[in-house]
Structures are given as structure tokens and as C-alpha cells.
């Protein structure tokens, strides 16, 4: 009995820490790795359009908020001749619903190694483009979730707000 007790103990323990790590991370300035966090808040604002978004081709992931939102999250970018697009799965993790949510409204903020960028979102649904972009997913990210993902076409917006 006492080590049951002790196990009920542990797993309890567990599950606060996890709570209070969930919690927290909603003030600090963007994502905790896979858990969401607080505004983008830090980072040189780029005021210029991006015309060419080349520079992140190599960049594993970024961090991207809704300006709808207050909250962030860690997201993948992808580069196809000069355009970014982020991916959505739509079924993983699940109940992430902020793929909806930039239909409704795309103005969105990228950080990208420490800069953030005032974007738009717009859902891509050329099946062309869809094509040409999930070939560099395949490439850049061999380890995709599950089911099914939209893309996001990225449009460059002046660095003030509004």
C-alpha cells in the first residue's frame, strides 16, 4: 500500500509541475519549445517588406503569434522561390485551433532568429502551389504528423502596427 501511495504521490507531482510549466509559460516573451506562450514581445522589429524570404530557408522553426491573439507558438516555415509559407496540421497536437482562427484573420507576427516581422496569412488554394511546397516539406521535414495540413502563404506588412 505504501508504494501505491507513493506512485498516486509521484504522478500528482507531476501533473502540478506540468500545469504550472503550461501556466507560466503564458507571460514569457513567445513559446516554450512545443508549449505555447505569451506575446512576441522581444526582438529588433523589422520595419522593411520582406521581398524575398530566402534567409529562413534553413531555419528548423520559428515563433508566430496572431495579432488576434495574445498567445504564441513555435511553427515551421517553409521556403519555395523566394515566398514563406507555414504549415497547419489540422489534426495535431489536438485541439489547436489558430489555423482557424488566421482564416478569420491572417495579421499575424513572425520571430524569426531573433527579428520579428509584421505578416499576413493567407491560406493557400492553388493545388500547384500546395504541390511545389509540400515537396520542400518532404525535404526539410521528414517527420511529419499525422493527417492532413494547410498551408499558409506569408505577405510581408510594414513594421508598424496596425
Do not use: N
Request: proline share 7%.
Amino acid at each position: 500500500m505504501t508504494v501505491l501511495r507513493w506512485i498516486v504521490r509521484v504522478v500528482l507531482g507531476v501533473a502540478v509541475l506540468a500545469g504550472v510549466v503550461f501556466f507560466g509559460a503564458r507571460f514569457l516573451d513567445g513559446p516554450l519549445g512545443p508549449i505555447p506562450g505569451g506575446a512576441l514581445v522581444g526582438g529588433v522589429m523589422v520595419s522593411v517588406p520582406v521581398a524575398d524570404w530566402g534567409f529562413a530557408t534553413d531555419v528548423p522553426e520559428i515563433a508566430l503569434q496572431l495579432e488576434s491573439q495574445s498567445r504564441s507558438r513555435t511553427t515551421w516555415i517553409l521556403v519555395h522561390e523566394g515566398k514563406a509559407y507555414i504549415p497547419a496540421s489540422t489534426e495535431y497536437p489536438p485541439g489547436k485551433t489558430w489555423h482557424r482562427v488566421a482564416l478569420e484573420d491572417g495579421r499575424a507576427t513572425l520571430r524569426i532568429e531573433g527579428k520579428r516581422y509584421r505578416v499576413t496569412l493567407a491560406k493557400v488554394e492553388d493545388a500547384a502551389t500546395t504541390s511545389a511546397v509540400r515537396e520542400v516539406a518532404s525535404r526539410k521535414y521528414p517527420k511529419r504528423p499525422p493527417g492532413d495540413a494547410w498551408l499558409f502563404e506569408v505577405t510581408s506588412r510594414s513594421g508598424t502596427a496596425g
